[in-house]
């Protein structure tokens, strides 16, 4: 079964540092690997993905990940943070052979301080 | 970009009432349309997949007979919470994949989910 792991139920960090929000995850087979943002009651918005190819990932609003293989770890990060960027991230992984179901983690409370 | 509206944004009903929640994918087409719920604070739980033309695939634990899921056409699924209780007030989520990207690596979309309240 595939498992997603968000380590950090919240993550503070100071306006204009930079801001990682990790995220590691287990499957059989290659992994499908996304980042989504929820803000306050609302749906899931879409950051970022890696499929194939180079390991790090460039999506929306300035954040991007890095994809370890041998650490099965999908990392997001930011380097300059925003107030705006206080809210909720969810990191998901999805796998063919699993029937292409996306699983979510915890999910990772950010708050960013002026 | 893909688009995915989801309607009612908030209901709140009484006890026994039957709530039906629309999602539609407007810029594009989706065979497969995916209904979730999550609890205060907590991530999303799968509860569905549903399948247009076909019936739905219910997670375990999911009781059919309570939440139904319509998929009638490539655009639109509906979820109805059948005699709603308390105990199903929830925030749920709908999700679609773009059927027509050719490619099975496209992220999925989400509505920005209903905030059901049962009295």
């Known amino acids: 079964a595939q498992s997603v792991a968000q380590p950090e139920d919240q993550v503070n960090v100071a306006e204009g540092n930079p801001l990682t929000v990790k995220c590691t995850y287990s499957?059989?087979?290659?992994?499908?690997l996304f980042w989504y943002v929820q803000y306050p009651n609302r749906g899931l918005q879409f950051l970022l993905k890696y499929i194939t190819g180079d390991n790090l990932v460039k999506g929306s609003y300035g954040f991007e990940a890095e994809f370890n293989k041998s650490q099965t770890s999908f990392h997001l990060k930011k380097p300059s943070a925003l107030v705006s960027d206080s809210a909720l991230y969810f990191c998901?992984?999805?796998?063919?052979?699993?029937?292409?179901?996306?699983?979510f983690g915890g999910g990772t409370r950010v708050l960013v301080k002026p | 970009g893909a688009v995915v509206s989801q309607h009612p944004s908030w209901v709140i009903c009484k006890s026994g009432t039957s709530v039906k929640i629309e999602c539609r994918s407007l810029?594009?087409?989706?065979?497969?349309m995916f209904w979730y719920r999550q609890f205060p604070k907590q991530s999303l739980m799968l509860m569905a997949t549903s399948n247009e033309g076909s019936k739905a695939t219910y997670e375990q634990g999911v009781e059919k007979d309570k939440f139904l899921i319509n998929h009638a056409s490539l655009t639109l699924s509906t979820l109805t919470v059948t005699s709603a209780h308390p105990e199903d007030s929830s925030f749920y989520i709908c999700s679609a994949r773009d059927s027509g990207a050719g490619q099975p690596n496209q992220p999925q979309h989400f509505g920005d989910g209903t905030r059901l309240s049962i009295l």
């Open positions: 998901a992984v999805r796998v063919k052979a699993a029937g292409n179901k996306l699983t």
């Open positions: 810029d594009f087409q989706a065979t497969t």
């Open positions: 499957v059989s087979g290659n992994p499908y």
